[in-house]
Each structure stands twice: as C-alpha cells, then as structure tokens.
C-alpha cells in the first residue's frame, strides 16, 4: 500500500493542471479509490483533494510571480475562471495572487509528500478475520460531522437523547454478531474529512431477513469479511489510538484493504462512567 500511494503522489504531481480520477488511478495500481483514500488521509492527516489542492496552488505560486495572464495560470491549473483560482489560491497562501504578483508573497509550500512504512514490531495488534452472511444494523440514527480526536459531543448527545429503557430494548432486539449495543458509522466521506458528515446510529445488529420496527433506522451490512480488533484503556482514546494504527501498521502489512460498508464498535465492557471500556472495531475489508 505504501508503494501504491507514492505511486498516486507521482501522478498527481504529473497531472496537476488536468482532472485527477483516483478511483481510476487506483484500479491501474491493483487497489480501490475507497481504500486509497482512506488510506491517504490516515498517513497524510489531509483528505487526497486537499493535497491536491495544495500542491496546485504550490506550483502556480512561481507562475503567478511572473507577468503571465492570470486566466491562462487559472486554466493550466484546471480553473475555469480567475475567479475560483484566487479563492483557491488565497485557502492555500493565505493571500490573493495579486498581492502576491506584487510583492512576491508570503506564500505557504506544499512539498511533495512520500510516505515510508516504519516496522518497529513493539506493539502487536490483537486482530481476527471474520466471514459473515449479509445482516442488518438497526436503531436509532443521526447526521453527526466527523471528530478525529476526543468525544464526539453531538454523537454524545444523541445517545443521551434516547431513554433507558430504549437502551434496553434494543438490547433484546440483538440477534447477530457483532452483539450487545453497537455504534455504527455509515456514509462517510472517502476522503475521511475532519467536519465532513456521516450517518452515526446508535443500534444493535440483526439478521438480514428481520423486520425493522416502525420507529428504528436501518443500515444493511452487505456480505462479506470483517478484520475485528480488540482494544482497552481510556476511552475513547484507545479506540482512536487502534482505529489509527489500522492504517498505519496493520493494513500495510496486510493482505487486506478497506471496502464500502458500516464501521461498528461494540462496547464489551466499561466503566460506570466510561472513562474506560473494552471494545471491538469491526472494519469491513476484503483481500487487496
């Protein structure tokens, strides 16, 4: 995976005035655009389109010194107006390019970014591969932006939103692994954007062929193999702290890759105030 990203690197920088397809740059390089983003964004801490951005802007910079029309730089860059160039060169330097045409900055860089694989070895990653028939996730749901660190507060509102005896209830709707209560995260941006919205759901899992209560949402969970970790400590710093190191140790070091369905959590234990607990991070994955 690491030689595969380098490899998208290259590409975009080859490519920087024309469209960038990575779904089809990942297809030629023996992967997925879903596993190469999220991939991209874990190592690199920024969305793969951000960084295009930003290496765009980086090299127009020395363009935009010069006396060249300010259309003709937008177009090479694969603006259509200078218009939206400006706003994506100020996002970028912080600047307008006419500030910068006439006192030659400040500009921000964005250098080529290669990614290297680090094996230290001193932390195993406690990891079973699980076949499982197709089942659906049913509860209750909300639209809740994506938070890379620390509590979600608007995920943690909605939990606090349901009643206790609805906590009880979907308990004995569980009918399937993952068991117990779950929470379920659908529909995330590939790009893995911090602030980029999701669908957050607060359930249990059932079979595929269960009848869904009027009143609950519902997830399907296609077919297919899970990689599920274990993890204890803090919470939920420690989940945070596995879900990352899928992307750094594990999935390069793997046969496997990420595929486009529901992230699930199951709290197996915690304390009274989940200050800490022990959980299960199931990621849907199939072999790369």
Known sequence: MIEILNRLVDEIDAHLGDEIDIDALAGEMGTTGYHARRMFSSLAGMPVSEYVRRRRMTVAASDVIGDED????????????TEAFGRAFRA?????????????GPLRSQPQLRF???????????????EHPAF???GHSARVPLIHE?????????????????????????STEPAGLLQVSA????????GSELTYLHGVAVDAETAVPDDLDAIEAPAGEWAVFRTSGEH???LQS???ATATDWFPSNPWRLRPAPSIVAVLDRAPDFSTATCELWLPVERG
């Open 242 to 244: 596995a879900m990352a």
């Open 187 to 194: 529909d995330v941006d590939p790009d893995y954007t911090e």
């Open 116 to 130: 290297r694989l680090t094996v230290e070895g001193s932390s195993p990653m406690d990891a079973r591969i699980i």
């Open 136 to 138: 659906r996730l049913i």
């Open 236 to 238: 939920p710093a420690a």
């Open 92 to 104: 970028v330097h912080g600047t307008s390019h006419g500030d910068v045409r006439r006192g030659g």
């Open 70 to 81: 300010l259309l003709t730089i937008a177009v090479r860059y694969g603006y259509g107006s």
């Open 150 to 174: 620390g509590v979600n507060p608007h995920i943690q509102a909605h939990i606090a939103s349901l009643q206790m005896t609805e906590h009880e209830r979907l308990k004995r709707l569980s």
